[in-house]
Each structure stands twice: as C-alpha cells, then as structure tokens.
Nanobody
Framework: QVQLVESGGGMVQPGGSLRLSCATS????????MAWYRQFPGKERELVAQ????????RYVESVKGRFTISRDNAKNMVFLQMNSLKLEDTAVYYC?????????????WGQGTQVTVSS
C-alpha cells in the first residue's frame, strides 16, 4: 500500500524559507520520478516541481523557478522541497506523489499534506 507522509510546513514571513520532507513506502521509490504539488483553497491541486528517478533532472512551474529546489534521497525513500524567498501566494497545502503511479492508478493514495502559510 502506497503511503506518503509530508512534513515541514508551517508559518513563515514573506522572504522566509521552509524545507518540506516526504517519507514514502509501499512502492519502488528508486524506479519512480517524484513530484511536489500544492493546493490553494477551493482550487485543484497543481504540480509545482518534479524530479526524475535518478534525481538527475528537475522541472518547476514558472512561478517557483529560482526559489524552490526539489531533491531526493533514494537510500531513505524520501523527497524534499527547499522553498526560499517565499511569497504570500505560496500559501497552500503541499503534497508529494509519484506522477507515474497516478497515471497507472488515478485513485492512488495521497498523503495528508503539509500546510505552508506565508504571512506578514
């Protein structure tokens, strides 16, 4: 059973930083690209950052380029999101998942997410 546990969220002032972590189990982590998503209140979940299975390639939504960095530790089955220069509009619930698993099974589980609140 796929399990995803996000952590590291919190409240921070504009310009601050947070590092999100996602612990995974129940699938072959090293064979899967991973991604971070976020969901604004009343909106659909959106893709924020992706990383390939090896960690060699990454991709970001335009709004976070240069500020967020996705990384992974294949020995620990974990994926991370370093968020710098946070803006008010980054406030959302952040989730991790494996896009490939979602393609195979759109009902593949999501974790509980971690709330990021940017506020002055």
């Amino acid at each position: 059973q796929v399990q995803l546990v996000e952590s590291g969220g919190g409240m921070v002032q504009p310009g601050g930083s947070l590092r999100l972590s996602c612990a995974t189990s129940g699938f072959v982590f090293i064979n899967n690209g991973m991604a971070w998503y976020r969901q604004f209140p009343g909106k659909e979940r959106e893709l924020v950052a992706q990383i390939t299975d090896s960690g060699q390639y990454t991709r970001y939504v335009e709004s976070v380029k240069g500020r967020f960095t996705i990384s992974r530790d294949n020995a620990k089955n974990m994926v991370f999101l370093q968020m710098n220069s946070l803006k008010l509009e980054d406030t959302a619930v952040y989730y991790c998942n494996a896009p490939g698993l979602l393609v195979q099974n759109p009902n593949s589980p999501w974790g509980q997410g971690t709330q990021v609140t940017v506020s002055s």
